[in-house]
Every structure is written in C-alpha cells, then in structure tokens.
C-alpha cells in the first residue's frame, strides 16, 4: 500500500459543513432568539464555500484519501454538489416557517448533520465508514421529521425510526458477514476477496447490506416509511427525507455494485434490476389515488427511486451507467425540490382539490408547478427527460431492455397522477387557499423549476462533466 | 432562418405573459394573426427560395448534446416543405377563426403560438431527441387547449388524450434508444442514422425496433386499433383544438414513417410492410364504417379522418414492395402519401372550423337536429358543400390528386388491399352526401334547446377568412398541383432509393 493519504483538505466539503454544524450550535446557545438565523446564515454559507471547494475537486484526476477509505471522483463530487445545493434549498425553504422558532439553530444544525452523513454516504469506500455515514444522515433525520412535535410528526418520526433502527441493525449484521467473508471491509479489497467466495455468505450478506441502503434510498422493499414520514413531516423536512439522503445512498449502491458486487458470484445486476422494477411499480400503484399531496409526492419519489436504480443494475456493465444515473440524480432532486417548494409556498394546501385556481391567483407558481410535475413524468425539455434517456439507454445497453420498456410503461402510469394534480391547479373556480406562504419559498420554487428547464436544455456539457472514471 | 421560423412564436407566447394584465384582447389578437402572417410569409419566402433538385436545404446544426449523441439539426426538404407551409397556413387560419374567442384569450393565444412551435419544430427536426422532444410538447400545448376551452367533457377526453399519445411516444423513445444504441459511434442525428442504416443485417433486432417505432406513431397517425382516443378528443375540443389536432398533430405520425421508420429500418420495413398494408386498409374500411354510423358531424368528420390516414398507411406500405412493380409506381404512392397528407390538412382543417360554426350557432354537433340550413346560410351551405365533395375525392379537388397517386401507385404490388380500399371511397362519398343533405337541404329546422339563438346567421367575415383561403388552396391543387408535386417527388424518389437498400 501506497503511504496513508490523510489530507483533511481532500474533504474540505464535509469539513466545513462539520465546521459549521458544530459553531452553528455553539452560536445557537449564545445568540437571542430574533437573531437566530444567523445560524441558517451560516449554513448557506458552509454550503455554498462547499460547492465551490468541491467544483474545484471535480477539475482533479480520481484520488482517494485516508487510504482507501474514501474515493473523491466524480461520483463523489456530483453527490457533493448536488446534496449542497439541494441543502441549500432546503435552507431557503425552511427560513420563512422558522422565523423566530425556540428550536431554530437546531434544526439548521440538524439538516447540516443529515447532509453530512449523506456525503459521507456517497463518498465512502469502507463498509465501516458506510455504516458510521449511515447512522449520521438517519438520526437527525429522525429527529427532523418529528421536529413539529406534533401528532403526524411524532407518527412521522416514530415510523421513520423504528423502521430504521431495525434495517440499520440488518445492515450491520451484513456488513459483519461480508466483513468476515472477505476478510476487510475496503471496497476494492472486498472485490477481489468476494469473487471466489461462498455464494451463500455473500449473498446473506449483501442482503443485509442492501436493507440498509435501501432504506436510505426509499426503494421497495424497505419503502413503508416514506409515505407516513413524507406526509407528517413539516413540508421543508419532507422535501429534505426524500432528496438528500436518497442522492447519498445510490451513489453508495452505485460504488458497492461496480466495485465490490461486479466480479462477485452474486448475481447482483438482476437483483438490483427486480428491486428497480417492484419500486417504480409500487411506488405507482401506491400514488394513484392520493388525495393529499405531500403524501402523492411520497409515492412518487419511491418510484423515481425505481428508475435511478435502473443504472445502478447496469453498473459495470454499460459505460453510460454511471452519467446516467448521476445525471439523473441531480435532475430529480432539482425537480422534486421544485415540487415541494410549490407545496412549501402554499401552506394552507393539504389536498388536491385546494389547488384549484392557483393558475388564476398565482400564475408563476402554477406554472413552476407545472414544469416539475411535468418534469418528474420525463416530459421534454425538463431535465428528467434527458435524465431517463439515459436511464433507458444505459438498460438497454446493458442488456436491460425489459426494464427500459417497464418504465416507460410506468412513465405513463404515473402520468395519470401527476395530472390529477396539474388539472386543478390550472383550471378555473374555488379560491380558498388564499394564505399565502412566505416569498422567499416562491422565489425557491422558480428557481428550481428554472434549474430543471435549464439544465435540460442545456444537459450537454453537465454530461461531459459526469463521465469520469469512477476510483477502483 | 428555419431556426427563426420554428421558435418565433414560442418567444412571442413567452412574451404575451409579459404584457401588463391589462391589456385588451384586441391587442392580443392583433399580435397572435400578425404573427402567423408573418410566419406564413416566411415559409413562403422559403418555398420560393427551395431549390427543386431535392436534398436537404437551409440546414442547420449546433452542438446539443453531444456526449449523448444529441445535437440540433434542422432542415427542409420535400417531404418536411409542404407541411410546414400546412402548419402556417392551419395556424393563420385558426388564428382568424378565433377572433370572436372572448375565454382567457392571452393564454389561448399563447398556448397556440407555442403550439405552432412544436409543430414546425418537429417537421423540421433532423435528429430524433428533437424530434421527440416536439412530438411529446405538442401533446402537452394539446392537452391544455382541449382541457382549458373544450365543451363538456373536455377533461376526460383531454387525459384520454394525453395518456394515449403519451404512451405511444414513449413507444417511440424506446425504438428511438434502440437505433442511437445500434449505430456506432451512438448518434441520434437522422441523417447520419439514415446513412448508416445501422440495424441492417440483424432482422429481430430491427424488427423490434420497427415495432417500437410503428406502434408510437400508429397512435398518433391514429390507424385501427389505436384510434379510439381520437374521436373523443375531437368532439370535445374547440373548433380550433379541432382544426389544428386533424390538420397538423395527425401529421406527425405519418410524417415520422416516411421520415424516420422508412430510411432508417429499411430491411425491417420491406418485411413487415405487409402488416401496414393490412392496418392501412382496416383503417381505411373500418373509419369509413364508423364514420357512416355518426350523427354527430363533428365525430363523423373525425372517423373520416381515420380514414383518410388509411390511405397514406396503405401507400408507404404498398411502397416498399420488392421488384415486380416498376419503381415509378410506388414512387407515385408516397408522393401520393405526402400529397394526402397536405390535402387532408387543408379540408379537414376546413370542415373542423365549419363544424365550430355550426356548434357555436346551435350548440349541438348533431346533425338530426339542422335541417334546410342553405336557406338561411348560402355561404356556410357552399363552404361545406365545398369541403364535404372535396375531402371524399371528386376530381378537381387535392383529395382526388392525392387518392389517385395512392391508388394508382399502390395497385400495382398491392391488387386486393387497394380494391379494398376503394370501397371507402364509395363510403365517404354515401356519407358525406348524407350529411350534406340532411344539414342543408329540406326545410328549415334548428335546435331549440333552451338558451339557444333561434336565428341561424350566416358565415362571418372571420370565419370565411379563416376557411375560405384552405378551400381555395384544395382547388388550386386540384387543378394545378405540378408545384407541389414537383417539390415532393424528388423527396419520394430518394425515399425509395433509401427504402431499397
């Protein structure tokens, strides 16, 4: 092994949301509470030098830093840009119902921390570290969904810790296995220690290891949580639990399937691909006839984690797997960032119906609605659209091509209940919803409909950014 | 210039939101038909500039994509010239038509003018993600138009609508993923796939393929059995929802197989051609049938539609029949085709708005309920007289230029589907002279439903402006079609030269 590589400065991201979670909370304790904010301040602040700090990164070859522990590559620095951005909007999403909240730091404090685990999550290369990254994007999560403390948020939080105390107990007890099976816990030592081993150890194992992640990720089978803790949640932590964590553990899912499952004698591909196909599926058959929205949106993202687990199954085997399935991350969690801010803007809205003539009132935010709905279908130009193009091409190029036409064919199911949003919402009659959120949550809901539109048109140098070889 | 042409009046759409919430409609009126004019005017100076040796013309291209194989690339040539002209000419016409539309007019306005941009854009794409990605926008600019200012039970037919396309467009995507994977290096670029002819030799592939990208545009076209979400959304859209959904969105499925699944999967395409020689004469008999079953003008008027793009499905398939029929002939099929698909445009575009006429004076489509209307209405009587003899085929008329290149072309290869065939027209002609008889003739009688005027006014300046020039165009190429043919038939001949390799 070459010299141990223990610069901090190959982590600047993680480091200084770290940095900044802990003074957040040092602040917190001094600061009067009008003058809280100042901590969410400081958050936009660790967040954006983090996007700059890991742009910078990005321009470098592959590395990887504290031995092998964690690889920076353009998995890596896509998750980082994308969970720091996504934070960020989350953190405009969150300032205007905060104001003056006895507990506002801690939530600041708390979102940084799940952010945290989640680029640890996408980063790491170690079963140990995955673990660890594990438990810190969960536990402030679980604390975050019940944030309200009110009777939705702690079902909310009680479903979300319960179901994820129990898998991550599955998860350590795979890693255990594997660990014991290929003796270590690096991923590229793993991978050549897995590839003759016993094909009941690993695949026990790497079941374990699967509920986990899975969890994280909200795929079926270990979906039950999203839907309760999406639709008891407040609507900023909602929009958090199914954006952010989820960026961390596919890209988790991604490295695990190229480099440690690829030369295994588990047949990892199929298994990822029957997991895509239940998700999208029952993430569907369960969005249908959702009358409330946020729940609608539960759903929904359960079956767009069906189609980011489409390249997941072809890691290793397509070479447009991997842009595929970074690009399509970024492209829906802009998007269904886009989408909760909508509902963030309209607090007084719980239901389909109360969305009806907001065209009238509010034509920009109808529209921004529109474009994200839309968007999460696939339609073009939004930048989902280009995202599952190559989601499609990558099965078809690995030889997935019954998994493409699946989801197209789910593409069109879910259609139908994107619509049931979209017709009241542009069509006539019914103002009730006149209270109106805050304006900075508007100004976040354009901003991301604009991304998504944006970066659809013009996808192409984004995908050139993203096809970088992954660090083995 | 094309370019130009295509995004105008998306910017212009965008720019309506713009104006001041004040503004009368009058100036969004104003704006909307001197925008088509001028859009009409552009395609005419580039008619005038087309060079009839065939090949693509005012092309352009810029980097998109490219790591996904996706640039933009746009150009003209004979088979995209004649519809683009279509498309301005329908939207001018629709654009006059609605002058007295008084509901939310700046978004309907919008919302055409956005529509007049997917479609041009998608007769003027050379790369196929452009060419879905205007395929899949026009659906949804559709979906709004028929949602927003259809009749009663718009919403339901605008979701039939939509989910219909939709499914088949990502049919399409499919077929579209499987040619970019098949070319090497990855491409989405139509000429470069149509030079490449990249699925040649591996038949279950391209058959697949083929498959895909039938299905996808089937339903658009719509052939039997994909049609059953057209008559709906036609009865339910406004009159100009109509006009435009008949006279340009059908368009695009046709217009893809010429376009796309010809060139492109030529070996697949001879080998099943067979099956759309069958879809084509079904939906050419069946969409007759129907259609002489309807009351309801407007729903007949769309089962003709079905009809009439049954003939084109029937010609592109009798085209690709191997060496025992002369060239010649099955180079007059698919000019035939492409003549049909212009001519049918421009009648149906017309009987559609005259069908918004006679809604918008009774309130109701049903045809048992007029009678004698020519008593009252000269003018409306002759305009759909016009319309009706035309659009079943009477010589003198474009439906009779392009029927006959059909039939002629395809009776060669294809004996017992073309005689099957022409029992539609013998249909229609039953039909459309019952129509007429039953609408115009006899004495006078209206609907008296409550709330209806009880006076029958005659046809309006706008709207005979709005109809009249499309009537006018159906004769003239029925009488003196050589500039249009002349502008096809080279793209038709490079169209089988491409089919035969």
């Known amino acids: ?472 | 210039m094309l370019t130009a042409l295509v995004f105008v009046p998306a910017a212009v759409a965008l720019l309506m939101f713009a104006l001041p919430r004040r503004t009368t409609p009058t100036v969004v009126r104003v704006v909307w038909i001197l925008l088509s004019a001028l859009e009409l005017a552009l395609v005419i100076a580039m008619w005038t500039g087309y060079s009839t040796n065939g090949g693509m013309q005012y092309e352009q291209r810029a980097r998109w994509i490219p790591s996904a194989g996706v640039g933009y690339h746009v150009g003209v040539d004979g088979l995209s010239l004649p519809l683009l002209a279509l498309t301005c000419l329908l939207f001018l016409a629709c654009a006059l038509y609605s002058l007295r539309e008084n509901r939310r007019i700046r978004e309907f306005a919008a919302l055409f003018l956005f529509l007049e941009t997917t479609c041009l854009g998608l007769f003027a794409a050379l790369d196929l993600i452009l060419f879905f990605v205007f395929f899949d926008l026009s659906i949804v600019a559709m979906y709004f138009i028929i949602a927003g200012w259809g009749h009663r039970q718009a919403a339901r037919a605008a979701l039939k609508f939509f989910l219909y396309t939709f499914i088949g467009s990502l049919a399409l995507l499919l077929g579209f993923i499987g040619l970019y994977l098949a070319a090497s290096p990855h491409t989405f670029d139509m000429v470069e796939l149509t030079r490449q002819n990249p699925l040649a030799g591996r038949s279950l592939y391209g058959g697949l393929v083929l498959l895909a990208i039938v299905a996808g545009l089937a339903v658009k076209t719509p052939t039997v059995p994909f049609h059953t979400w057209l008559p709906l959304a036609h009865v339910e859209a406004p009159a100009a929802g109509s006009a435009i959904l008949a006279g340009v969105l059908l368009k695009m499925g046709t217009y893809g197989f010429v376009r796309i699944a010809m060139p492109m999967l030529p070996e697949a395409w001879r080998r099943y051609a067979l099956v759309l020689v069958v879809i084509g004469v079904l939906s050419v008999l069946h969409g007759a049938l129907v259609a002489l079953a309807q009351t309801d003008f407007k729903r007949m008027v769309a089962y003709t539609s079905v009809n009439h793009m049954g003939y084109i499905v029937l010609a592109i398939g009798a085209a690709a029949a191997t060496a025992d029929s002369s060239a010649q002939a099955r180079s007059l099929a698919v000019t035939g085709a492409v003549t049909q698909m212009v001519s049918h445009g421009l009648l149906t575009g017309a009987l559609f708005l005259l069908a918004g006429v006679l809604y918008e004076r009774g309130r109701t489509y049903d045809m048992d309920s007029y009678s004698g209307l020519a008593a009252v209405a000269p003018a409306f009587a002759a305009m759909t007289g016009i319309a009706a003899f035309a659009s079943l085929g009477l010589p003198g008329f474009s439906g009779f230029i392009a029927e006959f290149q059909i039939f002629t072309g395809s009776l060669g290869p294809r004996p017992l589907a073309t005689s099957l065939a022409v029992i539609g027209i013998l249909l229609t002609a039953g039909l459309f002279l019952r129509a007429l008889r039953q609408l115009l003739m006899g004495p006078l009688h209206l609907p008296d439903a409550p709330g209806t005027p009880r006076a029958f006014p005659d046809i309006r300046i706008h709207e005979g402006l709005a109809v009249v020039p499309l009537l006018v165009l159906a004769v003239v190429l029925g009488v003196a079609p050589r500039f249009l043919l002349d502008i096809i038939e080279p793209a038709s001949r490079s169209v089988l030269e491409l089919l035969a390799r």
């Open chain 1, 1 to 472: 092994m070459t010299e141990m590589n223990e610069n901090p400065l190959d982590l600047l991201p993680e480091v200084l949301l770290a940095a900044s979670a802990v003074l957040g909370l040092l602040l917190g304790s001094w600061l009067p509470r009008a003058r809280q904010w100042a901590v969410g301040l400081l958050a936009c602040v660790a967040c954006a030098a983090g996007i700059a700090a890991a742009s910078v990164a990005a321009a470098d070859p592959a590395t990887t830093a504290f031995g092998e522990a964690f690889a920076v590559d353009p998995v890596t620095s896509t998750s980082r840009i994308v969970v720091l951005g996504s934070t960020l909007l989350v953190l405009g999403l969150s300032f205007g119902p905060l104001r003056g909240h006895p507990r506002e730091s801690e939530f600041y404090v708390l979102l940084q921390l799940a952010a945290l685990g989640a680029l640890m999550m996408a980063g790491t290369q170690d079963l140990l570290l995955l673990a660890a990254a594990y438990l810190l994007a969960s536990i402030p999560a679980y604390t975050l969904a019940g944030f309200r403390k009110d009777g939705p948020g702690t079902e909310a939080a009680l479903k979300y810790y319960v179901i994820g105390a129990l898998l991550g107990v599955l998860m350590l007890t795979g890693i255990t296995i594997l660990y014991a099976t290929g003796r270590g816990t690096a991923y590229p030592m793993l991978g050549d220690a897995l590839r003759d081993a016993p094909k009941m150890l690993i695949a026990t194992g790497a079941i374990g290891l699967l509920a986990g992640v899975l969890f994280k990720a909200g795929g079926v089978p270990a979906h039950f949580w999203v839907p309760d803790a999406v639709q008891g949640s407040s609507p900023p932590v909602a929009a958090l639990l199914t954006t952010i964590p989820k960026i961390g553990a596919l890209a988790a899912l991604f490295r695990l399937g190229d480099v440690v499952f690829a030369d295994s004698t588990l047949p990892w591909p199929p298994l990822i691909a029957v997991l895509a196909a239940a998700s999208m599926t029952l993430g569907n058959l369960g969005a249908f006839f959702q009358q409330d929205v946020k729940r609608l949106l539960g759903y929904s993202t359960i079956s767009q984690v069906g189609y980011l687990l489409m390249p997941v199954a072809v890691a290793g085997r397509s070479d447009l797997a991997q842009q595929a399935l970074l690009y399509y991350l970024a492209a829906y969690t802009v998007t269904n960032l886009g989408a909760f801010a909508v509902v963030c803007a309209l607090p007084h809205a719980h239901t389909l119906d109360d969305y009806r003539g907001l065209a009238k009132q509010r034509p920009l935010l109808a529209a921004s609605l529109v474009i994200c709905l839309l968007g999460l279908v696939g339609t073009p130009p939004t930048t989902v659209f280009l995202g599952k193009l190559e989601a499609f091409s990558a099965a078809f190029d690995g030889g997935y091509a019954w998994l493409a036409v699946l989801a197209a064919a789910n593409t069109v199911a879910s259609l139908f209940y994107y619509l049931r949003w979209i017709v009241p919402a542009v069509s006539r009659g019914g103002s009730s919803s006149s209270a109106d959120g805050d304006r900075a949550e508007r100004v976040m809901a354009y901003a991301a409909a604009a991304i998504s539109l944006g970066l659809g048109l013009a996808g192409g140098p984004v995908l050139d950014v993203l096809a970088g070889s992954i660090s083995h």
